[in-house]
């Protein structure tokens, strides 16, 4: 019942959100209609980043305490993130092809994005290569502290790399010339995003320990 | 004497756990060994006497449960360099010369006159005209001699010896029982793990037998150390 | 024994090893010089594309060598299960990393100035005038690259297919370092060359923090 009122709750603030970026939002002089997937974009990149700091501190929560609930949590995060990080590094194309005619234009930050999709994507595929779940626990929880800790230097490294050589296009700065009433939404969509975000992670922080008690079970079953 | 025992070290394990991942390796497992005991640990394999033996030596982390060392020097507070470990595995290099590798060792925990104690100790163990050697020449037999001599460099209180007659012949055997007598009869604490009789298991003033983790046998409980080492590998 | 005494020991050991057998040496300059061979079929080396490009293509060489030379830094340690022997004798187990990075910094280091000539000469680039900032720049990503390096490879020898994670796992860990190296490096062999400050202390900044986060979390790496 509780889940269904979450799902219920997470689709109605989507649903909100989705109708503020088509019709409340004043529209953009320039882009026209296709401005507006920034409300999806941006929320998604924060989102996507929130996902990864709550990573983050459960990968060190685990190094310190070692509960696996912080392994699961550490790993379901990471996944969700990747979710988001994903959804921004689609919809990147598709606002900049109507807009400059380019599929992808090397923006700073999609660029830093792509990197840091990786670093989670080497972050996973980690996960799949070490058996034993202890190890497994500690081994992707030190990656992932040294793979959040690169994130700022990647985004500093590529945007500082940027001003050294400017684009001729830049793809839409939300912090330059974006109405007031534009950030309102912004803010909320993100809000619901974080709503989706916290769905997501519940769900497959569940799964993940009902894996981890399914493994602890197989592995006693075959010691007997 | 240059084998000499720095100071006879007391282990006390109380409520010792460790999971992998939800299999326990070893389960509540709570026991002290008295300074200058020699302990034979049997079990077949699995049951947990590697692990024991490591957590003894501070390279693993037990999961719950405390372990400490007691000596009438050092008090309560024993640094894991007072005990010599010898394993499976020869855990010296390769691509060293034995005299290199002993030099390394001693430097890095600080031992006084590192040249002159790696000189005794090769002497000690028959490889000092191979000193300059590369281990990797080595047979089975004079590894497991620097092994032991780089166990002992330290002069340890507690000597753990994980299945250290592997792979010996008779003559290696022979001399690895008569070198421990020797420690054993200096006052070194000794835990050692070993599968059935042997002249090293004869050294033994005690034995403990482990299966899937728990102790199932103590001759401080009236076991005898033939039976415990007899059903061993049953 | 102190920290700095116990590093001092365990670099002499990896140097002595190192130069008995000379065997990551050796491969690293050749898998470097096979690169920069194989980079120059893909575009006119003498052109003045060289120059821009060829700053790129050099730290691209070394960061590739890289990780592949890494690989055997704690895979080594396994055979003979010498790690363990390591742990047991020294007091700070942060002393076996700090030997390592300072022995593997010095390897690319001795790599990439070799190389350096030949590179000046295949791309028609003049090193000499700025040869100390050449080192400095050299010096620097070098670090940035054995700190991580290390770090990760005391990873990966714990998983499977290892060969293969290493770089996965290094490669996107890297970018910030790649993206400045490559900046002050060309900035130096520019045709006015003059000396990025900003990148080379972004450098610094890198290795400064990944050097606190292995001292933090390093333990746990060797950990069984």
Known sequence: ?224 | MTLGVAGPTAIRFENIDKRYGGLYALRRVSLTIAAGECVALAGRNGSGKTTLLRIAARLVRPSSGKLSFSSAEGGENIAAQNAGFVAHATMVYDELTAEENLLLFARLQGIAQPGKRVEVMLREVGLFDRRDSLVRTFSRGMRQRVAIARALLNKPGILLLDEPGTGLDPQGSAWLAETLRRMRDAGCTMLMSLHGESEISALATRAIRLDAGKIVADTQAGASVRSILAFADA | MSLLANTTILLGKELRTEFRSRELLTTTIVFILIVLVLFSFTFDPLSEEARRFGSGLLWLAFLFAASLMLQPCFLREQTNDTLSALRLSVSDPFAIFLAKLAANTLFLLLTELLLLPVFAMMYNVPVLPVLHWLVLVFFLGSLGISIVGTALSAISAQARMRELLLPLLLLPLLTPILVASTEVTGALLDRAPYVQWKGMGFLAVFDLVFLTTLWLFGEYLLEE
């Open chain 1, 1 to 224: 019942m509780k889940n269904v009122l979450f799902v219920a709750v997470v689709v109605l603030l989507l649903g909100a959100g989705a109708y503020a970026a088509l019709f409340i939002a004043p529209t953009d002089a320039k882009q026209g209609l296709i401005y507006r997937i920034l409300f999806l974009h941006v929320a998604s990149a924060w989102t996507g980043l929130t996902a990864f700091f709550i990573s983050f501190i459960a990968n060190v929560l685990y190094v310190w305490r070692r509960q696996p609930k912080w392994d699961w949590l550490g790993v379901s995060a990471a996944e969700t993130g990747l979710v988001f990080t994903t959804v921004v590094l689609v919809t990147g194309p598709i606002w900049a092809h109507p807009v400059w005619g380019i599929w992808w234009t090397w923006d700073a930050r999609l660029t830093s994005t792509f990197v840091l999709w990786l670093l989670y994507i080497s972050y996973l595929l980690l996960r799949t290569l070490i058996e034993e779940p202890d190890r497994r626990a500690l081994l992707s929880a030190l990656f992932g502290i040294f793979a959040f800790v690169d994130v700022p230097l990647v985004f500093g490294s590529i945007r500082w790399w940027r001003t050294q050589h400017p684009q001729p296009i830049i793809m839409g700065e939300p912090g330059s010339g974006l109405d007031p009433l534009m950030y309102k939404v912004l803010f909320f969509m993100w809000f619901a995003m974080l709503a989706l975000m916290a769905l997501l992670l519940r769900q497959r922080y569940l799964l993940e320990a009902m894996r981890g008690d399914v493994e602890t079970m197989r592995r006693q079953w075959e010691v007997a």
